[in-house]
Antibody, heavy 124, light 113 residues
Framework: EVQLVESGGGLVKPGGSLRLSCAASGFAFSSYSMNWVRQAPGKGLEWVSSISSSSSYIYYADSVKGRFTISRDNAKNSLYLQMNSLRAEDTAVYYC?????????????????WGLGTLVTVSS | DIVMTQSPDSLAVSLGERATINCKSSQSVLYSSNNKNYLAWYQQKPGQPPKLLIYWASTRESGVPDRFSGSGSGTDFTLTISSLQAADVAVYYCQQYYSTPGTFGQGTKVDVK
């Protein structure tokens, strides 16, 4: 059974940093592109970042570019999101989401499995 | 970025009746080289993460009931629930994955009348 479990969320002051983790199990993690998608309270979905299976291709939303860094450790079946210079508008539930299998070191931006999410609150 | 616009924002349908949600993209998401529409639909129930229902505009994800169907091409798409069940109460999102960033519609809330 595919499982994605996020951790690392919490309350942080504006300008602060936080590192999110996503532990994956039940599938060949190293073969899949992975993503972070966020949802502000009561709002819609916003793709944040993606990383291909071998980390060759990394993409960011303009809203987080230069502040967030996505990474992965295939030996540990884990995905990460380092978030720096946090702003109030970054407050959201952050979901780890698996990309639909694309057969190589590629990314489709289509999400077939999601974790339960971890809440990040940026407030003074 | 491609803007996705859903209509209506909410709808209430009687149990057993049809529910129809529309999604319009600001530019075509049909890739001519493979004739595929890069359009997906997700269902999100309260307190849960989204669930992939349909991709390539009309391909149902494994395990999704056949009362859910997707149609459309180019810039105009539709999600249809043929016979609404109580378990279908949720917010539904369309998403284009034709170009980065993948963008979502604002969501359509479906309730029982």
């Amino acid at each position: 059974e595919v499982q994605l479990v996020e951790s690392g969320g919490g309350l942080v002051k504006p300008g602060g940093s936080l590192r999110l983790s996503c532990a994956a199990s039940g599938f060949a993690f190293s073969s899949y592109s992975m993503n972070w998608v966020r949802q502000a309270p009561g709002k819609g979905l916003e793709w944040v970042s993606s990383i291909s299976s071998s980390s060759s291709y990394i993409y960011y939303a303009d809203s987080v570019k230069g502040r967030f860094t996505i990474s992965r450790d295939n030996a540990k079946n884990s995905l990460y999101l380092q978030m720096n210079s946090l702003r109030a508008e970054d407050t959201a539930v952050y979901y780890c989401a698996r990309d639909l299998y694309c057969g190589g070191d590629c990314s489709q931006g289509l999400f077939d499995y999601w974790g339960l999410g971890t809440l990040v609150t940026v407030s003074s | 970025d491609i803007v996705m616009t859903q209509s209506p924002d909410s709808l209430a349908v009687s149990l057993g009746e049809r529910a129809t949600i529309n999604c319009k993209s600001s530019q075509s998401v049909l890739y001519s080289s493979n004739n595929k529409n890069y359009l997906a639909w997700y269902q999100q129930k309260p307190g849960q993460p989204p669930k992939l229902l349909i991709y390539w505009a009309s391909t149902r994800e494994s395990g999704v009931p056949d009362r859910f169907s997707g149609s459309g091409s180019g810039t105009d798409f539709t999600l249809t629930i043929s016979s609404l069940q109580a378990a279908d109460v949720a917010v539904y999102y369309c998403q284009q994955y034709y170009s980065t960033p993948g963008t979502f519609g604002q969501g359509t809330k479906v309730d029982v009348k």
